[in-house]
């Protein structure tokens, strides 16, 4: 009883809300906005529910002026904005976590422009009436593809659902049970075709599945062979799987059409190590009627849903009520656009995506050192920097087990900091800095770091030491 005397009495001591909340206005050079005091008051409110819990469990409270502090820095971080601009240094390129493929200034001005007045977003000029938001990229698209007709929508899981939809729906779609993959999200491709009213056929086994197997599955119910590029995962030792020419010259002798998920979807070769990308051009020469892929992973550009094929079937999917649940919007276009103009230029590898991919190791190396002479100019020396040879990853589920020779600048703080709240303070810190933590050891990997951010890293990085 005594004891709990004693913790009410420190519970009288806290502040009132009032009181600290009157306080944080007063500093402010005029009055708050109503939305910011609400900010301040549910900061204040926050950081007493934490004091009384401290005082409840150690007899004690903070000082007024903590309080203040801690309030204040509560209020600072409701106020900003939750979706924010972070620095990657991580080293993964396609970092679905943080946004995945960054876009270059010149495809943020086309943005910009059509963001902020009206557009030609579904308007015909020369016709003077309503035209189509599908016009914008689908010639460029089926260009570069080297198909007849091509369409966007908002995803790559769109873009798969709305192709089973109106290919598919009522019937059977038969697929390999090794290609039953789940990609990030829970996105699992049995629960697609669900969804989009196909019936599952499943035909050969985890790792072997032959041409016969699809051959025995194909029946009066059948509309459609799908085959699902697996580019999250490898799939080795005894495996087999009908190359896409067997599939396609099965599937055209009995009617059907082939539909492929291609996932990353690039359209420049790239290979590493053993693991070769196959582009859109290839699997569309290749006969697959359907193809769909991503916008911003291996194409480099803005999150979308891309679509290529025979004609018929894009203009049946066109017409699919589901589209306009799918559609893409503008400023999507606008990026878009900007993009597969650049690829059809010639430029593609001028992209921001394409630039981190091929950098060279030993550029990687110099910066990284530049890194290491400029914070060695003014931490002490307990601080220990290093420059170490690394490995980067493509990311975005896209070209599994394979990675990218790179150099990182390796940190271990003086002690008492320890590498996990160095780790903690970046990411806290403004602008925040995403890195990772291997061998005891802070590592920043200047592949992913956009040249224009390199004083802000070392300025988060020096602030979050001392």
Known sequence: MALDEERQAVLRRLPA??????????????????????????????????????????????????????????????????????????????????????????????????????STLEYDLVRGR????????????????????????????????????????????????????????????????????????????????????????????????VKVHTSNFRLIGFTAQPTTDELVALAHRHGLPVMEDLGSGSLIPFRLGEWEEPTVAEVVQAGVDVVTFSGDKLLGGPQAGLVVGRREYIEAMKKNPLARAVRVDKMTLAALEVVLRWYWEGRGEELTLWQMLKADPVQLRRRARRWQTALRRVLPPDHRLSVEEDRSEVGGGSMPGTHLPTYVLAVSPAPPLSVTALEERLRAGDPPVVARIAKDSLRLDPRTVLPHQDAALLGALLAALR
């Open 130 to 225: 309503r035209g189509s938001r599908h016009s914008h990229v689908d010639q460029l698209l089926a260009r570069l593809s080297g198909a007849e007709a091509a369409m966007v929508v908002n995803n790559n899981a769109a873009a798969v659902l709305l192709a089973l939809s109106t290919l598919a729906r009522g019937r059977e779609a038969i697929v390999s049970r090794g290609q039953l993959v789940e990609i990030g999200g829970s996105f699992r491709i049995p629960d697609v075709m669900a969804l989009s009213g196909a019936v599952l056929r499943e035909v050969g086994t985890t790792n072997k599945t032959h041409l016969s197997d699809y051959e025995r599955a194909i029946s009066e119910a059948t509309a459609l062979i």
């Open 17 to 118: 809300v009032k009181g600290l909340l009157d306080e944080l206005i007063a500093e402010q050079a005029n009055t708050p906005h109503p939305i910011a005091t609400v900010w301040l008051h549910e900061a204040v409110t926050a950081v007493l529910d934490q004091a009384r819990a401290e005082a409840l469990a150690h007899g004690r409270i903070p000082e007024r002026s903590t309080l203040l502090a801690r309030a204040r820095e509560e209020a600072r971080r409701r106020g900003t904005p939750h979706l924010r601009p972070v620095i990657n240094a991580t080293g993964v390129a396609i970092h679905t976590n943080l946004g995945r493929s960054p876009l270059p200034e010149e495809v943020l001005e086309a943005v910009s422009a059509v963001a902020r007045q009206y």
